[in-house]
Nanobody
């Protein structure tokens, strides 16, 4: 059973930075594409960033492009989300998710939450104005 555990959330002032991490248990982490999603109160879950299993390709949502960066360390079974220039509208619960790719998909980046197989419990990020 694959388990995901997020860390790094908290309260930060607007303009500040946070780095979220998501540790994944189990073997063959390099076979998993990873994604970060968020859900604010009263809003639907949205993708923030996602990265291919190889780490060679990634995407970010338009709202965070230029401010957030996703990275994947296959040696540490961990995916990161570096968040800079945070805004109050970034306030949400952030979730990491994993999609297992048994073969191929070396550079494929899954963008939809429905594509992912495993989810973490989430970590709260609050940005004060």
């Amino acid at each position: 059973q694959v388990q995901l555990g997020e860390a790094g959330g908290g309260l930060v002032q607007a303009g500040g930075s946070l780095r979220l991490s998501c540790a994944v248990s189990g073997r063959n982490f390099s076979n998993y594409a990873m994604g970060w999603f968020r859900q604010a109160p009263g809003k639907e879950r949205e993708v923030v960033a996602a990265i291919a299993r190889s780490g060679v390709s990634s995407v970010t949502a338009v709202s965070v492009t230029g401010r957030f960066t996703i990275s994947k360390d296959n040696g540490k079974n961990t995916v990161y989300l570096q968040m800079n220039s945070l805004k109050p509208e970034d306030t949400a619960v952030y979730y990491c998710a994993a999609k297992k790719q048994n073969s191929g998909g070396y550079s494929y980046v899954p963008r939809s939450g429905s594509e992912y197989d495993y989810w973490g419990q989430g970590t709260q990020v609050t940005v004060s104005s």
